[in-house]
Structures are given as C-alpha cells and as structure tokens.
C-alpha cells in the first residue's frame, strides 16, 4: 500500500524522516498563504507593493509603541541578514510609515501616525476576514497557543541543525 503523506519532495521522505518531510512540506505551503495573505491584508489597510518582510518589520516596529534598533528587529523575527531589514525600513520611512531617530551612534525606529493607521486598519481587516474564520475550524485560543509553542520549539531545532550543517 503506497505512502498516503504529502510530501513536496519525495527523496526527502525516507523511512526515518518521512514525518518531518510531511511537517515541512505543511511550513512551505503554510508559509506561502501567510505570505500571500499578509499582502492581500496590507493592500486592503491601504498598502501596496509591501514584500511579506516589509509588512513583519512594521507590525514589529509598532508592537508595543517602543523605539527599536535594527539589530533587535532581526533578533525577535529571527532574520540572520540585517540588510534585507534595512532595506525594508528604507521602504518604510520612505512611506511614511514609521520614523527614524538616531541616538547615540544608533539608529532607532518607531511607527509614524501613518504606520499607526495602517497597522489598526490591518488588524481590522484580519479580524474581518481571517480571526473568524477560525471559528469553522474549533480551535480555541489554548489550542491556537499550543500549536504556536511546537512551531517554536520546532524553529530551534531547525536553528540548531543550521549551525551543525554550517560547521559540516
């Protein structure tokens, strides 16, 4: 009887990592609908042309209305290349949605009343279109949560595997 998993790559699936080829074949297309999502929500809270990066970096600048440095974005969305951020928040500076101050030798960003706007617009849009949407699916906040902690547990392990494939 043939193997029911879905997989997008098969001679990844063998007998002892079958499950976790199934498991990353759910990140790669639940990674491309978030993506596409985050840019459908972004165009209809009125900004376009926004990458899926642009769109994290300015609801992380705006998350709990606190100047931040460049190096502490790429350290909480877990990005390694600091000049895909930058250039993200040149993106966004230049639309007006967030502001830079220099303090110091560094550079801190905040959201601008425009990126303020846009960010409670998006959050409306979500909660239109997606938060109850979830309600179809019964999954509480407590399971919701759950699922969230294996997929960071998970995203260690990934980082972990990183640096030993790196030192290969």
Request: proline residues 2%; charged residues 25%.
């Amino acid at each position: 009887m043939p193997d029911k998993r879905i997989v997008s790559s098969s001679h990844l699936a063998s007998e002892k990592g079958a499950s976790l080829s199934e498991y990353e074949f759910g990140l790669i297309i639940a990674n491309s609908a978030f993506n596409r999502w985050m840019q459908h929500c972004a165009k209809s809270a009125g900004a376009v042309d926004l990458t899926p990066l642009d769109i994290l970096v300015v609801h992380h600048v705006n998350h709990r209305e606190r100047a931040k440095r460049l190096a502490d974005i790429c350290f909480v969305l877990n990005v390694e290349d600091a000049h895909t951020v930058n250039y993200s928040l040149k993106k966004l500076l230049k639309r007006d949605l967030v502001q830079g101050e220099k303090i110091g030798k560094e550079m801190f960003y905040r959201t601008s009343e425009q990126g303020r706007t846009f960010c409670e617009t998006y959050r409306d849009v979500r909660e239109d279109c997606l938060t109850d949407s979830l309600k179809n699916f019964n999954f509480s906040p407590e399971k919701l949560s759950e699922m969230a902690e294996h997929l960071r547990a998970l995203s260690s392990l990934y980082d972990q595997a990183s640096r030993a494939a790196a030192s290969l």
